[in-house]
């Protein structure tokens, strides 16, 4: 397999949900800016997005993947079908309890997560019943996690990285023409956030059926538990439900300190995650999508060589790709902020407040994208329990830096501690991996280096030139200019970037990989 045409493929989709995410959060901006609804709706759909991770995406395939793929690889296709549909009985079960107690416990769990609200009447009571809607999400979205990590280990990327565009799409429907009939707007994004994780789901079933790995659900969950496999899935996902925990515990806090702060942060750090969410998932989640599965294949095999080599393309690429983005964010955000954000009520000062969460956030992006780089290189090897050590440590530096930002820098200060975590987290991720001798550096590094920062400081120059020299929010009464500007800009400052590493020596088609 083409390593770097898997990631192209699964990048370029990608890519295609991260614009409609971007439509979807413009149209959201346009219609209500950073009110006290908006931050109700972005509250309330954290919580499924959280569950999601901890239950769905995040511990469930960090422990089901590389256990299915040993199956896969060694035990043939019967039992590894037989894995399949006994996981899923036991997951949609589960599942379907947790949403209930979700639906019923709203109140207590909105109090919970963000106990500023309680002394605003109407968005207390907007996000009690948004969560409500959106609770059942949960289920429908880590059972889609489950056929995602079949498709996967099956290495068909395709399907899985389209499916987020399907989200996107109920919602720009619902803003556009579910919103504006009800007598609450805000609440059709609700509705939208259920009816796309159905779609979400659906849409998954052909691709298995192909496959022949369609899950067959049982009735009987005791017997579905007796499965050796399970039981081993369960074992691992207990360390990594505390990892995954571990960063959702701090998600919470964070959301909570927001609520307390000035109306409109916890929208503020929304609208800047969603510009931070484009290089992490075009970069971070799809280079950790394709190599769990030959990191897994790589450490079943004990092929050391494989498992350094890939671990050593995926840093260099990550690099090469988000360094550049991060510098970006930083240096950039007023005019990505206002380009894509700067209409209607969304004003100058939720620019400036966004930019400045966006200049937090660079800081870390880095970090936070070599992150899903190296924790697969544990996740395949099953030790799940040293990523869990270190990020209960990282918990504990985040808060500690959330006391000194916040009564500093405000919300952007949360963004700044976030940052910081995950610098940390990446090095003791680094350092974990080569004091056990599972990564070896390949040679070239510090060239590689030399050549990454030169060709940083002629961007960020660049970009520094057109952030002074033009009135991004000025420019808002001539929309279609602004966007031919930034357009220019960005294609200027990737020609200047990548011209720079060729010209001084870089060849990108070393980057090309295959594995078996």
Known sequence: MNLLKALATISGLTMLSRITGLVREILIARAFGASDMTDAFNV???????????????????????????????????????????????????????????VIGAPLVMTVVATGFRGQGETYTAAVFMTRVMFPY??????VALASGILNTWRKFAVPAFTPVLLNLCLIVAALFVGPHMDQPIYAQAWGVLVGGILQLVIQVPALRRLGAMPRLGFSVREAWANAGVRRILKQMGPALLAVSVAQISLIINTNIASRLAAGSVSYLTYADRLMEFPTALLGVALGTILLPSLSKA??????????????WGLRLTFLLAVPCAVGLFVFGTPLTAVLFNYGKFDAHAVEMTRQALVSYGTGLLGLIVIKILAPGFYARQD??????????????????????????????????ISVGASINALLLFAGLVRRGFYRPA??????LAQLFTAVLL???????????????????????RIALLASCLILAAVVYFGTLWLMGLRYAAFKRRTA
Not at 66 to 93: C, F, N, Q, S
Not at 443 to 448: E, K, Y
Request: with cysteine; aromatic share 12%.
């Open 138 to 143: 949960i289920g429908l979205i880590s059972l």
């Open 299 to 312: 450490s079943a095999q004990d092929n050391r060589e494989e498992y350094s080599g890939l671990l050593d």
């Open 443 to 448: 040679p070239g590094w510090w060239l590689f």
């Open 44 to 102: 309330a759909f954290r919580i499924p997005n959280l569950l999601r991770r901890i239950f769905g995406e995040g511990a469930f395939s960090q422990a089901f993947v590389p256990i299915l793929g040993e199956y896969h690889a060694k035990r043939g296709d019967a039992e590894t079908k037989l894995l399949i549909d006994a996981v899923a009985t036991v997951m949609t079960w589960a599942l379907m309890g947790v949403s209930l107690l979700g």
């Open 384 to 417: 799940i329990r040293t990523p869990v050590k270190i990020a209960i440590v990282v918990l504990v530096i985040t808060q500690a830096c959330n006391y000194v930002f916040v009564p500093w820098l405000g919300h952007a200060g949360l963004a700044l501690s």
């Open 459 to 481: 961007l960020s120059g660049l970009l520094l030139w057109f952030v002074r020299n033009f009135d991004w929010v000025g420019l808002g009464a001539t929309p279609l200019l």
